[in-house]
């Protein structure tokens, strides 16, 4: 039973595909009036421990000793699976209110601006992986930005001694749909020096895999090829916080361009790597079509078992931006709550 929110200049739909599977899954988000994502969600992170032994794919498709994702109720404990008291397991994916909807999946949350922030439109879940849990979480700021964040707790695997170092890779795929869906295009940001001139950005034509290069401080950006009135074209810039590289083995890109396909391309069938994720990237064009972004963050998770991660592991956050460039053609006005208003 999904649900759906009007706030901050957004109106989005959001759902938890079978309450055990792919996480909290966003659909038809519009700014302004303007169609910015079809469909966004994390279906699948794969967890490689140090030594290659274990490796888990956890969520949609799950394999290799993972499991899927199990919503809870956003009041449960940050606790291991065993240790969760009854009625943690969600029943629905509406709303979660204490009253009315005590086993609801998701919360939502208006924000009003702040002095510093515009207003928010928020909603997140919370979902058991075994011992450890994931945050799936949403934000979309009346400035046009969008925030995917997701966090991690739970308790340590320990199986086996000691605790070891691993890397969550989590995958998440955007159908962007910026301003309608047949006439997009990704492109590539790249810093090649400080004279005028150097920065700029190359068009991705046919379907690719793609790796980031902090020398040039690489992002990508959808947009729509028809130029605004300005002169302008409306996109979005993705900007991934990861703390790493791929590995080349398990993980072996940072960005995918896909184009959409009917049948859908979720990754149920990934395995232990991310080599389904390349197969999407065959060669087709994707120049002014309905293209589909596979994005990795990554977060290298050295325990501390002897001390803050001793019981559980707090919630830390990884986190995607999405930020809206040309998409207005002037400053919004009115997003702080300051006297007078700035701006």
């Known amino acids: 039973m999904p649900g759906s929110v009007s706030h901050a200049n957004w109106t989005f739909s959001w759902s938890v595909p079978s309450l055990s599977g792919e996480g909290l899954v966003i659909s038809k988000a519009i700014f302004n009036g303007v169609e910015v994502l079809f469909r966004g969600g994390q279906p699948f992170v794969l967890v490689p421990y140090h030594g290659g032994s274990p490796t888990f794919k956890d969520g949609l498709g799950a394999s290799c000793g993972g499991v899927p994702y199990t919503a ?7 606790t291991g699976g065993g240790l969760l008291p009854p ?7 509406n709303a979660f209110d204490p009253v009315a909807n005590p086993s609801g999946a998701v919360m939502l949350e208006k924000v009003p601006a702040g002095l510093t922030e515009p207003a928010h439109a928020i909603v997140w879940a919370k979902f058991q992986v075994g011992n450890y849990q994931y945050i799936h979480e949403w934000s979309f700021g009346a400035d046009g930005s969008v925030d995917f964040r997701v966090g991690l707790g739970g308790a340590l695997w320990t199986t086996n001694q000691p605790v070891m170092g691993h890397i969550h890779n989590f ?12 006439n997009n295009l990704v492109q590539r940001f790249a810093h090649a020096g400080n004279n005028p001139g150097q920065d700029g950005w190359s068009d991705i034509l046919v379907e690719a895999k793609q790796s980031a290069d902090p020398k040039t401080f690489t992002k990508w950006r959808v947009v729509n090829k028809t130029p605004k009135a300005n002169g302008q074209l409306r996109s979005y810039e993705a900007l991934a916080g990861s703390d ?19 049948s859908g391309e979720d990754g149920a069938t990934v395995g232990c790597t991310d080599a389904v994720i390349n197969g999407y990237a065959n060669g087709e064009s994707v120049n002014g079509q309905d293209v589909v972004i596979w994005i990795c963050l990554r977060h290298h998770h050295a325990p501390r078992p002897l001390g803050e991660e001793k019981l559980v592991l707090p919630y830390e956050f990884l986190e995607l931006r999405l930020e809206p460039r040309d998409i207005l053609d002037s400053t919004p006005l009115g997003i702080y709550a300051t006297t007078p208003p700035s701006p």
């Open 72 to 78: 809870l109720i956003p009041t449960a404990p940050n």
């Open 87 to 93: 009625g943690s397991i969600a029943t629905n994916d």
């Open 171 to 182: 995958y998440i795929r955007l159908d962007v749909d910026l301003a309608g869906s047949a």
């Open 244 to 262: 790493g590289a791929p590995d080349g083995m398990y993980s072996t890109g940072d960005v995918w361009i896909v184009r959409y396909k009917g």
